[in-house]
């Protein structure tokens, strides 16, 4: 008996095309091959109605019809059809099995595509099913079998240039290049100074200019490093350090604003002097102009400041302190005014046609290698072109604004102090996660702000053990007040149970969450830790310092060890604590850490609870968390 609410199966009726006992579709083994005519195909297609189907029967009319979703590739088709020049190679059909259509294939390479879309525009066919922009046939650069007398390109020999990995095809000093990049105008003069103008004292390997403003009118707040520790153990594949920065003396600003859980100071940290003396050197700076005070004029725009007002601007400063706190040199793939402009100024022939051709239309898809590369410093351009040598004042005008970079405050602010006689000191911590990268000349770099943390925790881990004390050293962190109303900050609230889901540096601002919680009796069993991590040996951050017995309100997965699991993988686990929580009266769910692999993998764990826990499909689950996450219950902070 067939249930009412269940419509019985019907059998489909096989046809003439059927393929019941081999239901896995196959590549046709003879494929009709065109050869098209340039004449043909630089025909400006004309919308047309005409039918594509030209089927040589017409036994099977029942059959439905293909809709025509691409009239203008199909006008293509059918002009390829009348044209004479064009050779078709039918296949013969078999008398047991014809075709209802045949297939043609038109393009076997990039050359063909090419051909049958036209030289310009003609990529916006192919959008829909390629990168997206079709940069990669852009002005191909063309060989001239014509040109007897062409001067190939003779790339530097150097190691940096070779880093570049750079395809410049059939590149000579002859190619006529087309759509090069206009010379980016120079925003950034210096003048000599006036005997009636003062210099300010430079500090420039301590604290940055005053004009350095993240948040105007107060100014970057030097605080002094009370002290620094390597939380992370030997064997880690990544290195953690933990500072404690001493605030007692930071400014009142407007409002009631202040050090809060789950907050982010911002760190104003500068380039190394090493690479700052090397980019120096590169670019044949005199070493007596360095640190000499000059007047910096500015047409336009926010640089030097952070944020400050976009205008003309002039002071005093040093071309050190520039180049130190103010202008990025390694975080961010070149742009075509650098490259342009390296490509003005260098004199080696080779080198300055290169420089123009990843400035040009033939040079996209080059230029996009680059740019989706790993990334690539001031310094390896400079050496890997080495004729080049641009003016300061004109480089200066190309590069970006050193940015301040933000970390989680990972304490409770409000209860982190010292004690040393009668005096009582505020203090904040933070924990940092030094990130490398392969440089250009061998070994590892590390990111501007995390490299130079490092530097100073291991300036401090060092005196340490050689007996100095680290107030004696007079380190400072040039920080600010930052993000104290980020999502983590602003979503925290003192009662309702919490999830915490977070790994690597991600659990850091979580220690805060358990320490205020902690303030709170009634609170004190409401807060879940789910901490991930390649190795507790090794790289456990903050175990045994969370004020609480860790086993109850903590659970540890290891990814390489152990059990080898990943954090989203105890997140179904925990499917009932999950929907528990997310469901409570002011529930929150946080995830805090790296958006690749963790923060995705986390999402789909989420959705997948919400499916097996709330009987809901996909896309119903997925509506879900977001309608959670727009009421504040559910916040993710990755990066």
């Not at 358990?514 to 901490?531: G, I, P, T």
Request: hydrophobic fraction near 35%; proline fraction near 8%.
């Amino acid at each position: 008996m067939v249930h009412p609410q269940i419509h019985p199966h019907h059998s489909i009726p096989e046809t003439s095309t059927s393929h019941p006992h081999n239901p896995i579709p196959e590549e046709p083994s003879d494929v009709p091959e065109s050869k098209i005519s340039e004449t043909l195909l630089n025909q400006s297609p004309q919308s047309s109605s005409q039918s594509v189907d030209y089927s040589p029967s017409s036994s099977e009319s029942e059959s439905p019809r293909t809709p025509n979703t691409d009239p203008q590739l199909d006008d293509v088709f059918e002009r390829a059809k009348e044209d004479k020049t064009v050779a078709f190679v039918p296949t013969t059909p078999t008398p047991s099995k014809q075709r209802r259509a045949s297939t043609v294939l038109l393009s076997q390479s990039p050359e063909d595509i090419r051909r049958l879309l036209g030289r310009e525009g003609g990529t916006n066919l192919v959008e829909k099913v390629c990168c997206g922009g079709g940069c990669c046939f852009m002005n191909k650069l063309e060989e001239d079998p014509s040109s007897k007398s062409s001067q190939p390109v003779i790339v530097p020999d150097n190691d940096a240039f070779r880093s570049l990995r750079l395809t410049l095809g059939p590149l000579s000093l002859d190619s006529e290049l087309a759509k090069v990049a206009e010379l980016p105008e120079q925003t950034v003069f210096f003048e000599p100074m006036s005997s009636t103008e003062r210099s300010p004292s430079s500090v420039a390997d301590q604290h940055p200019p005053k004009f350095v403003t993240p948040h105007n009118p107060y100014e970057v707040y030097s605080a002094k490093v009370h002290h620094a520790r390597e939380l992370t153990k030997p064997g880690a594949e990544k290195r953690t350090y933990h500072f404690d920065l001493d605030v007692t003396d930071y400014p009142d600003e407007s409002g009631d604003v202040d050090f809060v859980v789950g907050g982010a100071i911002g760190v104003c940290a500068p380039n190394s002097k090493d690479s700052v003396d090397h980019i120096f050197n590169l670019l044949s700076v005199p070493n007596y102009v360095r640190d000499k005070p000059t007047v910096l004029r500015t047409t336009n725009g926010r640089w030097p400041t952070i944020w400050g007002d976009e205008k003309a601007r002039e002071l005093v400063t040093t071309r050190r302190e520039l180049l130190t706190w103010c202008s990025d040199v390694q975080s961010y793939p070149p742009t075509k005014n650098l490259l342009r402009l390296l490509g003005e100024y260098a004199e080696a022939p080779n080198e300055k046609k290169i420089l123009f051709y990843l400035c040009s239309a033939q040079g996209q898809a080059a230029f996009c290698e680059i740019r989706t590369g790993p990334y690539i410093t001031l310094a390896q351009l400079l050496n890997a072109f080495p004729s080049s040598k641009p003016p300061l004042p004109h480089l200066l005008s190309v590069l970006n604004t050193l940015m301040p970079r933000f970390y989680s405050l990972s304490q409770d602010p409000q209860i982190s102090y010292t004690r040393g006689g009668q005096e009582s000191r505020r203090l904040i911590e933070i924990a940092v996660t030094v990130h490398e990268m392969p440089n250009w000349g061998g070994g590892l770099r590390t990111g501007v702000g995390s490299g130079h943390l490092e530097r100073v925790a291991r300036q401090l881990i060092e005196a340490e053990h050689a007996g100095t004390k680290p107030a004696d050293l007079d380190l400072r962190v040039p920080m600010f007040r930052g993000l104290m109303a980020n999502p983590l900050a602003r979503e925290f609230v003192s009662d309702g149970p919490m999830l915490l889901i977070g790994a690597g540096v991600g659990v850091a601002p979580f220690r805060g969450f358990v320490q205020r919680r902690l303030k709170s009796a009634n609170c004190a069993n409401k807060v879940w830790v789910l901490q991930g991590i390649r190795d507790s040996l090794v790289d456990e951050l903050y175990s045994g310092e969370w004020g609480v017995l860790e086993d109850e309100v903590k659970k540890v997965v290891e990814s390489r060890t152990g059990e080898g699991k990943y954090v989203q993988e105890e997140v179904r686990n925990q499917a009932d604590l999950v929907w528990f929580i997310i469901n409570a009266l002011d529930g929150r769910v946080f995830v805090c850490g790296s958006s690749k692999g963790m923060g995705e993998g986390v999402e789909m764990a989420l959705v997948d609870v919400a499916m097996v826990k709330g009987n809901l499909n996909k896309e119903e689950a997925e509506a879900f968390w977001k309608q959670k996450q727009e009421s504040g219950q559910y916040i993710a902070e990755t990066w």
